[in-house]
């Protein structure tokens, strides 16, 4: 019963916090004249992350390195099957090639150095220095880049808060918006582990499984929400930088406060397939303009395959 209280909880902190997050980040790209793909990709993706850094640092110091390492492996793949998959159910989702093409190559390059680092069988405090290095560097470049936009570039009237509001307000909101996704995340896997482990489930199952999943529900919660108000430039740019930071951000604190023991079951088939996914979604970008319901039906599908592969 308290499992089942926890998940509760936590699926409603997580959709309030989603709601929050994204008025708020289209407020403040209204306000200071950046594209919402920008904000999508820094503000809202780093904040949506937040459950998945403190649920992989607490499993790695608690001594269970296939739930910290399998927690990111899973996200990734759940950010694009799932959440892409759902949202484009809810609200076609526009595929902008000129934003999208370098964030989901860098997203490519980063995924496959992590494939090549697990390689060596453990995640080591060099290994997180170099993440952490290009977490920087990518976060400079998109900023550089935004300057090339102008103050004209978000020209649509958004709905953002139906009550007069300062930024202060607004940037307040969004804190609030993180802090319910964090609390809410973390209350939606304590439910789930416990819950799973009744079934004696795998620490390796349940990392890619379920506690992937409720870290990556933040950016299913953020991306339903903005699907519903049609701010579908969010979510692409929202799962792109919540992927890069899930590696760059989560993979470069961690394993400075403890190394992180690579299985054998992630090199042979879950880091593949988070490859293979992250071609899919950098195809996508480049040859459509939009993604469909019935695209996103077959990532959805695709998902579900996944997880039932998990259990078999």
Same mark, same amino acid.
């Given at each position: 019963?308290?499992? /089942?209280?926890?998940?509760?909880?936590?699926?409603?902190?997580?959709?309030?916090?989603?709601?929050?997050?994204?008025?708020?980040?289209?407020?403040?790209?209204?306000?200071?004249?950046?594209?919402?793909?920008?904000?999508?990709?820094?503000?809202?993706?780093?904040?949506?992350?937040?459950?998945?850094?403190? =649920?992989?640092?607490?499993?790695?110091?608690?001594?269970?390195?296939?739930?910290?390492?399998?927690?990111? !492996?899973?996200?990734? =793949?759940?950010?694009?099957?799932?959440? =892409?998959?759902?949202?484009?159910?809810?609200?076609? =989702?526009?595929?902008?090639?000129?934003?999208?093409?370098?964030?989901?190559?860098?997203?490519?390059?980063?995924?496959?150095?992590?494939?090549?680092?697990?390689?060596?069988?453990?995640?080591? $405090?060099?290994?997180?220095?170099?993440?952490?290095?290009?977490?920087?560097?990518?976060?400079?470049?998109?900023?550089?880049?935004?300057?090339?936009?102008?103050?004209?570039? +978000?020209?649509?009237?958004?709905?953002?808060?139906?009550? *007069?509001?300062?930024?202060?307000?607004?940037? /307040?909101?969004?804190?609030?918006?993180?802090?319910?996704? /964090?609390?809410?995340?973390?209350?939606?896997?304590?439910?789930?582990?416990? !819950?799973?482990?009744?079934?004696? $489930?795998?620490?390796?199952?349940?990392? +890619?499984?379920?506690?992937?999943?409720?870290?990556?529900?933040?950016?299913?919660?953020?991306? !339903?929400?903005?699907?519903?108000? *049609?701010?579908?430039?969010? +979510?692409?740019?929202?799962?792109?930088?919540?992927?890069?930071?899930?590696?760059?951000? !989560?993979?470069?604190?961690?394993?400075?406060?403890?190394?992180?023991?690579?299985?054998?079951?992630?090199?042979?088939?879950?880091?593949?397939?988070?490859?293979?996914?992250? +071609?899919?979604?950098?195809?996508?970008?480049?040859?459509?303009?939009?993604?469909?319901?019935?695209?996103?039906?077959?990532?959805?599908?695709?998902?579900?395959?996944?997880?039932?592969?998990?259990?078999?």
């Amino acid at each position: 019963m308290l499992s /089942a209280a926890y998940i509760l909880g936590g699926l409603i902190l997580l959709f309030l916090g989603g709601e929050l997050l994204v008025r708020s980040s289209v407020f403040i790209a209204k306000r200071i004249g950046l594209p919402p793909f920008i904000i999508g990709l820094t503000v809202v993706a780093y904040g949506t992350s937040s459950p998945e850094l403190v =649920i992989s640092l607490n499993a790695a110091l608690d001594g269970y390195p296939d739930i910290a390492l399998g927690n990111v !492996i899973g996200s990734n =793949i759940s950010n694009i099957l799932c959440v =892409i998959g759902f949202t484009a159910m809810v609200y076609p =989702i526009t595929m902008d090639k000129e934003e999208g093409r370098a964030d989901g190559f860098y997203m490519l390059g980063i995924a496959a150095l992590l494939y090549l680092l697990c390689l060596t069988g453990v995640i080591i $405090w060099w290994h997180g220095l170099l993440f952490l290095l290009l977490l920087v560097i990518h976060t400079w470049h998109v900023f550089k880049r935004s300057k090339s936009h102008t103050n004209d570039a +978000v020209k649509e009237e958004i709905e953002t808060y139906p009550f *007069k509001t300062t930024m202060w307000q607004v940037i /307040a909101l969004l804190v609030v918006g993180i802090g319910c996704l /964090a609390v809410g995340g973390d209350f939606l896997v304590t439910g789930s582990v416990a !819950i799973a482990r009744m079934f004696g $489930w795998s620490e390796a199952v349940i990392g +890619v499984t379920l506690v992937a999943f409720g870290g990556s529900a933040p950016e299913l919660a953020t991306s !339903i929400v903005a699907a519903f108000h *049609k701010h579908s430039d969010i +979510v692409i740019g929202n799962v792109l930088g919540s992927n890069m930071f899930n590696i760059m951000g !989560i993979l470069g604190i961690t394993p400075m406060v403890s190394s992180i023991a690579v299985s054998d079951k992630f090199i042979a088939f879950d880091l593949p397939l988070m490859l293979a996914v992250s +071609v899919v979604l950098t195809a996508s970008i480049l040859l459509c303009k939009q993604l469909s319901r019935a695209g996103g039906a077959l990532l959805a599908l695709g998902y579900i395959a996944y997880i039932a592969v998990q259990f078999y």
